[in-house]
């Protein structure tokens, strides 16, 4: 990581993250108390360093990167694993594809290291291109009939809702798109409350063949735990749960019993945002490694043959894995951004680090305008590392600015200081998806490369750009 200096302290170097976590964890716990976790974290993480071997040095110094969400950057070490084979498969490239342990088309040994990362069998996992290649395997590979029902939200990426749209084009399923609450109402509400909103016990919703929802929402930076979420579906008697993870991975605790990807019938994610690997690579976890056509078909294969001819015992993430020539340096460097995660402590230690900044981030909104946060703070179960607010009049703080015009001022004339957040639209509550009646706002993502000088440089530039909001 970069090195950080606090003009008012003596400079106080850490080895590492993982012993910062140590010594000041308890900060994300005083959240919403005053700001006494603000001085914790600026006590204890001031100059705290990655291991030399594997920092995130190709961020520049001045430029204070809070997009996460979109795409996140690489340490070197991933960045070296992506050169090192990429080099390989340049020099031998019909031995890499077709024999090479790292590089072979069937990914056997990657597979096999990203389910002991998500505590599955490598027959779980399938190596995708990004999330939207996943979820479009899960839903356009279930058998839907006519008769079925889909429940999801009206907040979805759009890589959930056109595999549903396609579906409901050809087959005439029925989307069952269920309204988030305002962001007054969101921000204060508890895990249970949000889930009951989103989903009741209604005959509208009960006997879907499917749940397709977000584990963490890029609008609002809502996370719907994954053991609350299956419990949901079960208490609907929906048949499947399809999960877009694509904000969560790398970011959350997976090892946490209420956030394990085993909760879900399949949950497809990216390897290039919070998880800080290289473009094109991502993740499909699909829950019954035995399941096959017709309930459901590998629709991007070559081996759909196996299950024609007799050999119906093919796993059907290895079926998925074999379609042609994949992005496999990427899946090694991906791999390798697991590992590094280990190497820092753990996915528990990651999210505590990267919950610490963004509660950092909440405290300053609920500090000076508490009316023009969006993103939920009173319940540490569905916060996340997006903080997603309103703009607003520096001296008018109570009145919350939404037009796509003053978020896209805001955002550029930030970037024009070297500090990258980025607009986002949200849908109102009561519209269907795809609906052009949005109000826009800002989402800062808080990433494991960032610093508590990060936030406090860009606390203060935010300030002065408000304060020129004609």
Not at 141 to 152: A, E, I, M, P
Not at 292 to 309: A, G, N, V, W
Not at 405 to 434: C, D, F, H, M
Request: hydrophobic fraction near 35%; charge should be positive; charged fraction near 20%.
């Amino acid at each position: 990581m970069k090195k950080n200096e606090l003009t008012n302290s003596t400079p106080i170097y850490i080895s590492s993250r993982r012993k910062f976590l140590k010594t000041a964890g308890l900060a994300s716990t005083a959240l919403f108390t005053g700001l006494t976790a603000k001085n914790n974290i600026s006590n204890n993480l001031a100059l705290s360093y990655l291991k030399e071997f594997c920092d995130f040095s190709e961020l520049p110094n001045d430029f204070i990167y809070l997009n996460n969400g979109t795409e996140g950057t690489m340490p070197e070490c991933v960045m070296s694993s992506l050169k090192t084979n990429l080099s390989k498969w340049t020099r031998n490239p019909t031995y890499s594809y077709e024999l090479d342990r790292d590089l072979g088309k069937r990914q056997e040994y990657n597979r096999e290291k990203v389910g002991q990362f998500l505590s599955v069998d490598k027959n779980n996992v399938c190596l995708t291109d990004n999330t939207t290649m996943g979820i479009s395997m899960a839903i356009m590979g279930l058998n839907f009939k006519s008769t079925d029902k889909v429940v999801t939200t009206n907040q979805e990426h759009p890589s959930v809702i056109s595999p549903l749209q396609i579906w409901r084009s050809r087959q005439g399923l029925r989307l069952e798109i269920q309204s988030f609450p305002p962001p007054e109402e969101i921000r204060s509400m508890s895990q249970n409350e949000l889930l009951d909103v989103l989903f009741p016990n209604t005959s509208a919703l009960r006997g879907a063949k499917a749940m397709c929802v977000s584990h963490v929402y890029p609008t609002t930076g809502v996370r719907l735990p994954l053991r609350a979420l299956r419990e949901k579906a079960d208490e609907l008697k929906i048949t499947y749960l399809i999960v877009d993870g694509a904000q969560a991975i790398g970011a959350i605790d997976i090892n946490n019993v209420n956030e394990r990807v085993n909760n879900c019938d399949f949950y497809a994610c990216s390897g290039h945002k919070w998880l800080n690997g290289p473009p094109s690579t991502g993740v499909l976890y699909i829950r019954n490694s035995e399941i096959q056509p017709p309930e459901f078909y590998p629709t991007l294969s070559q081996r759909m043959i196996r299950y024609t001819d007799g050999s119906s015992n093919y796993p059907i993430a290895k079926a998925l894995q074999i379609r042609g020539c994949s992005n496999t340096p990427g899946f090694t460097a991906m791999v390798r951004a697991m590992k590094f995660v280990e190497e820092e402590g753990g996915t528990t230690i990651i999210e505590d680090y990267i919950l610490n900044l963004s509660h950092e981030v909440k405290n300053f909104f609920l500090t000076f305008a508490p009316n023009c946060i969006i993103s939920p703070y009173t319940d540490n179960a569905l916060t996340s590392g997006i903080t997603t607010f309103y703009p607003f009049k520096w001296n008018q703080p109570q009145i919350p600015i939404k037009d796509k015009k003053t978020a896209t001022w805001v955002s550029e004339t930030l970037l024009k200081r070297n500090i990258q957040i980025r607009p986002i639209g949200i849908p109102k509550t009561g519209t269907s998806y795809g609906s052009s009646e949005k109000s826009y706002a800002l989402r800062v993502s808080t990433g494991y490369f960032n610093s508590i000088n990060d936030i406090e440089l860009f606390k203060s530039s935010l300030k002065d750009v408000l304060k020129k909001i004609n």
